[in-house]
């Protein structure tokens, strides 16, 4: 059983994990922007794949923010409705999916800024 403090808590962490998102939503419009900065007057195959890789890696990471936010708000949304749901398994199925994206993020951030260095 969860006690209304921690089930504030996991709510809250929740609400973190969904602005955090947010921020990097943002960040990969930057991270676009960056690579259309970069990419005109490319010729070399390599980094035109390279451009191509990146770019398909953006749009796709900004799917998966937009299905991460809308699977973190049904979380808070069943929280919300059921306060002694009390088991923090789907809580840690959650921050699970969260932590592996900023994981994977973080990895293509730093392989983008490698590539346009």
């Not at 996991?10 to 969904?18: P, Q, S």
């Not at 808070?76 to 993020?105: C, Y």
Request: net charge negative; hydrophobic share 35%; aromatic share 10%.
């Amino acid at each position: 059983m969860v006690t209304e403090e921690q089930h504030h808590l996991l709510i809250d962490e929740c609400k973190e994990w969904v602005s955090k998102l947010k921020e990097l939503k943002e960040e990969v419009a930057a991270l676009r922007s960056e690579l259309y900065v970069f990419a005109p007057g490319k010729t070399d195959h390599e980094t035109l794949k390279g451009i191509e890789h990146f770019h398909n890696q953006f749009h796709v990471q900004s799917i998966n923010i937009h299905d991460l936010k809308h699977e973190i708000k049904h979380h808070i949304q069943e929280a919300e409705h059921h306060p002694n749901f009390g088991n923090r398994i789907p809580h840690r199925h959650v921050k699970d999916h969260f932590d592996l994206f900023t994981k994977v993020f973080n990895e293509l951030k730093d392989e983008f800024h490698q590539f346009i260095g």
